[in-house]
């Protein structure tokens, strides 16, 4: 009985490690695509590619990053209104939704929903290129896979992800004054000027270096899942809930590492 158990950790644990170093390596290698392309070689970035991707990875996600992120906002505000009012404090709603959305929810919300939307697309994508062995085809044309479909892609999550966190960080900081003003007797003057006197400079750059970590985890765990599948249909399928499921622990691990560093630096 132990047997298995130790079997099954040392798999999981070989399967941590496969993931990491692979993610990492993928990563490491469209560093060095953009280091050739611009130490004024002739390589070059398929910029094109990358608007593509981009368009395809944010600009569609819009609706619904705002969708959450505004239920989030209303959320928050509802659930901290009566033990604020009890105290007499509810004007401080401004303030713990201010910290809560720019830091942490903001980044997560936005990160949760683009591997929702476009993480599994993408390792199906590929996963489906890797089955119909159009990989091979690029390579046998001496075209890297990791220039032409992971570049454009990783680049596409990472930069979407830092403009859809601005974008649900408003959405949801808007929402919950909407409601605050409405229902809660907070005026506009008052949540207005308790959100700006809560912010700092801190609270936005950690929120969007969050947001820049979970696109670029996102990408690459997309992007090394589509190109190891294989089993046909039933491996493109695995692919894809691998990668949700992969993400979504990756991005809140790491946002807990983040804590801990900012803590430490004082960035709080």
Request: glycine share 12%.
């Amino acid at each position: 009985m132990w047997t298995r158990g130790v079997g099954r950790i040392g798999r999981s644990s070989l399967g941590l490690f496969t993931l990491l170093g692979g993610t990492t390596r993928l990563t490491g290698t469209v560093g060095r695509w953009y280091w050739k392309s611009g130490t004024g070689g002739e390589l070059r970035v398929g910029w094109p590619a990358v608007v593509a991707q981009m368009v395809r990875v944010g600009v569609r996600s819009i609706g619904i990053v705002l969708l959450v992120s505004a239920c989030i906002g209303l959320i928050l505000a509802i659930a901290m209104y009566p033990p604020l009012s009890e105290l007499g404090q509810q004007n401080k709603i401004a303030n713990i939704v201010a910290v809560a959305i720019f830091r942490e929810m903001g980044p997560i919300i936005s990160a949760v929903v683009l591997t929702g939307f476009a993480g599994a697309s993408i390792a199906a994508e590929i996963g489906t290129m890797v089955v119909g062995e159009e990989i091979e085809a690029l390579e046998a044309h001496a075209l890297d896979p990791v220039r032409f479909l992971v570049l454009p892609r990783l680049t596409a999550t990472a930069v979407s992800l830092v403009l859809l966190t601005i974008l649900a960080d408003v959405a949801a900081v808007v929402c919950s004054g909407l409601v605050s003003v409405m229902f809660f007797d907070v005026s506009a003057h008052v949540y207005i000027d308790n959100t700006l006197a809560q912010l700092q400079l801190a609270d936005f750059l950690t929120g969007l270096i969050k947001a820049a970590t979970f696109g670029l985890m996102l990408g690459a765990i997309a992007c090394f899942n589509g190109l190891r599948v294989s089993g046909g249909a039933a491996g493109v399928g695995k692919a894809t809930t691998d990668t949700v499921v992969q993400t979504i622990v990756a991005v809140i691990v790491s946002d807990l590492v983040y804590d801990a560093i900012f803590l430490e630096l004082g960035w709080t």
